[in-house]
Nanobody, 117 residues
């Protein structure tokens, strides 16, 4: 039974930084592309960053490019989202998501990020 567990969320001031972590268990981590999504209150879930199975390819939404960095460690079965220069509009629940080419996928339970102005 695969599982993703996020950590690292919290309260930070505008301009601050946070690093989210996501630990995976129970599946072949290196075979899954990884994504970080977020959902603010009353808003739709938004894909903010993706990374390929090898880590060589990353993509970002326009709202976070240049401020957020996604990475992964296939030896430790973990992915990370480094968030710098945080803005109030980055406030959301952040979700880790793993998806394989054949359709298997897992979601974490989410971690709250609150950016105060």
């Amino acid at each position: 039974q695969g599982q993703l567990v996020e950590s690292g969320g919290g309260l930070v001031h505008v301009g601050g930084s946070l690093r989210l972590s996501c630990a995976a268990t129970g599946f072949t981590f290196s075979s899954y592309g990884l994504n970080w999504h977020r959902q603010a209150p009353t808003a739709a879930r938004e894909l903010v960053a993706s990374i390929s199975t090898t880590g060589k390819t990353t993509t970002y939404s326009d709202s976070v490019v240049g401020r957020f960095t996604i990475s992964r460690d296939n030896d430790r079965n973990a992915t990370y989202l480094q968030m710098n220069n945080l803005k109030a509009e980055d406030t959301a629940v952040y979700y880790c998501h793993a998806k394989s080419r054949w359709g298997g996928e897992y979601w974490g339970q989410g971690t709250q990020v609150t950016v105060s102005s």
